[in-house]
């Protein structure tokens, strides 16, 4: 939107020459430039009725504009009188043998004196000091000698009516347009700080955050919608006032004093818990000022919940119910009893139990029956990740904590479980430099970024997992004691698949029918595959199971699965499985199996570890055993 400059000319000849520079020079002001007629009172007036209709500056001359300076707050232009308009003044003189007067406001014919050595004419400078003083000073100056008086149509008129001639100073077009041309580049300064203004205000009128800012004497200046809210006070009721006659301890008269910031201050106000942030304001390093940010903590933990119901939207969910972690033996039955006790707290559970077992199964089913189970659960492999990425991941960094930061930073998987679980996977192939963090979390239910000088308090429950024995670490010194302890609250072992060989036919039927799609002519088992499968040392356990039954249902030529096509999946021969001696201990019949499985696939040990249903790190880790 462009300006609005509005011209006041206190006698018509000037308002005749205003319009004429408009016109002349119209493609200027596209928004045209309203010319009105007042001089002084009246003057002021219109300059009352232009500004109420949105005019942004004002132009006028002499008396006329410093009365309406005085009058309004909009910014006013004057019209210079320059040497050329005195001069031109001076023309219409017939008798320059007596001093001439020059009558005006001090700021307009200051200087005017010195024209007698261009002109040859001595002037006599009659300053007024407001309108009320010229028909007095113009008196004066008769009776002192002078018989010519130039200045403004006021001054003109007196000296006529005291027998003097009287000239009136017109105002040149070179002076109006220049008057205009400052009034339009205040005018568009104005406005583009008066939408800062707006939009500061907008800011702070809108913001969720209490604001109270004061000036160097501490005097309160800003008190937002949202600082009534938190002090049940209106704004209309403590602008202006000290802010220690107010609000006791804010604490922002010795944030002045000092001119240091007070950031992360937790107060009580009433029956709420406000987090404090005071800085002070400062202007060419002098402190002129403070002001202080009011957060609710309740109000903010319930947008950091909002946010993170998104991301738990988006995946971080859940998905398995204890009723579909599969098991009739008595172990299992035992198991998942424990497990939906463990649900009704929110103590630290440790799942122990050989890879490929269900762990994180498990893990998800307590969720699922805990207060919890509306928000995230978080998973997380501890040996899957470096160090470094690891630690990131898990609590995050602020911008610029390193190389490579994203802009804005990134929330932790701890912040991003509050509200709900989350699942440490392989807790014993942390590193111990992390270990120490994860204590501390545990302790204090709270995290601080890479890079951050805040803490930041979460509200989460930790199950972690495990296929190692944490007591041989321990004793090794490659596992923290305390951390063992503070994670060992409540246990959740589940018994590897070969001591639980009643569980081998409802596991085998489950997965069958999960995969049935795969070929649909095969849907039963035969008897005698159940007992081959039974026999099976299992040393990947149930994801090893759910591997062979998916691969034979896709391979089976028949309508159901026959023992020989499990073998012929297994890769071994009925006597290899049939003569498997039960006396042996188990790692001696598992380490056979491994020797077997790796001698058959010509040491590929990632197509070993497949057949196996276990990972390539597991697969290693049972080599270095």
């Known amino acids: 939107m462009d300006a609005k400059i509005t011209v006041i000319a206190p006698f018509p000849g000037m308002q005749a020459i205003a319009q004429e520079v408009v016109a002349e020079r119209m493609e200027e002001w596209p928004a045209g430039i309203d010319v009105r007629l007042g001089d002084l009172s009246v003057g002021l007036s219109e300059a009352f009725a232009a500004i109420r209709e949105g005019a942004d500056v004002i132009v006028s001359r002499g008396g006329t504009a410093s009365l309406i300076s005085s009058q309004v707050e909009t910014p006013v232009v004057e019209i210079p009188i320059t040497a050329f308009d005195i001069l031109r003044a001076l023309r219409q003189i017939g008798d320059y043998s007596s001093p001439v007067g020059v009558v005006g406001f001090r700021n307009v014919i200051y200087g005017c004196e010195d024209l007698h050595d261009i002109w040859g004419v001595e002037l006599k400078e009659i300053t007024l000091g407001n309108e009320g003083e010229a028909q007095e000073k113009i008196a004066k100056a008769a009776r002192m000698g002078i018989r010519a008086i130039i200045g403004d149509a006021i001054s003109a008129r007196l000296a006529i009516r005291y027998g003097l001639e009287g000239i009136l100073i017109q105002s040149g077009k070179e002076a109006i347009y220049k008057a205009l041309r400052q009034a339009q580049l205040l005018a568009n300064v104005r406005r583009k700080e008066q939408e800062r203004v707006e939009l500061l205000q907008t800011i702070i009128s809108s913001s969720t955050d209490g604001i109270v800012a004061v000036d160097g004497k501490s005097r309160i200046t800003i008190f937002n919608p949202a600082a009534e809210d938190v002090f049940q006070m209106r704004s209309a009721d403590v602008l202006g006032r000290n802010v220690g006659d107010v609000i006791p301890n804010t604490r922002l008269p010795l944030i002045v004093a000092r001119g240091q910031s007070e950031i992360g201050e937790i107060q009580r106000i009433g029956a709420r818990t406000i987090a404090t942030k005071r800085i002070p304001i400062k202007l060419g390093g002098k402190v002129v000022g403070a002001i202080a940010n009011f957060q609710d903590v309740t109000q903010l933990q319930r947008f950091e919940q909002t946010v993170r119901q998104k991301l738990y939207d988006k995946g971080l969910v859940a998905k398995v119910n204890i009723d579909q972690v599969i098991g009739c033996s008595s172990y299992m039955t035992q198991v998942k009893e424990k497990a939906r006790q463990y649900a009704t707290v929110d103590s630290t559970v440790l799942v122990t139990g050989e890879t490929g077992t269900g762990k994180e199964m498990l893990a998800q089913g307590v969720h699922n029956l805990s207060r919890r189970r509306q928000g995230p659960f978080v998973a997380v492999n501890c040996a899957a990740l470096p160090e470094t990425l690891l630690e990131s991941e898990l609590f995050g960094y602020e911008e610029g904590a390193f190389t490579g930061a994203k802009k804005g930073g990134k929330s932790g998987l701890f912040e991003l479980a509050h509200g709900g679980t989350i699942f440490l996977d392989e807790i014993g192939e942390m590193p111990l430099a992390l270990q120490a963090r994860i204590l501390r979390v545990l302790q204090e239910r709270e995290v601080m970024r890479l890079g951050g000088d805040r803490v930041i308090p979460i509200d989460i429950r930790v199950i ?162």
């Open 464 to 625: 972690a997992a495990t296929n190692q024995d944490l007591l041989c670490l321990i004793r090794e010194r490659r596992f923290r004691s305390d951390l063992y302890y503070r994670l060992d609250i409540l246990r959740l072992h589940i018994p590897p698949l070969r001591e639980r060989r009643e569980d081998i036919r409802v596991l085998a039927d489950a997965f069958l029918h999960k995969h049935f799609a795969l070929n649909p002519k095969v849907n039963w088992i035969a008897d005698e595959a159940y007992a081959l499968l039974e026999l099976h040392l299992w040393p990947g356990n149930v994801r090893e199971l759910a591997n062979i039954i998916e691969r034979t249902v896709l391979l089976t030529p028949g309508q159901y699965i026959t023992a020989d096509d499990f073998r012929a999946t297994l890769g071994v021969t009925t006597q290899l499985v049939d003569n498997i001696d039960l006396g042996d201990t188990l790692q001696t019949q598992e380490m056979a199996s491994i020797r077997r499985v790796l001698r058959e696939e010509q040491y590929n040990y990632s197509r070993a570890a497949t057949r196996l249903g276990i990972n390539r790190t597991t697969l290693w880790r049972k080599l270095r055993q």
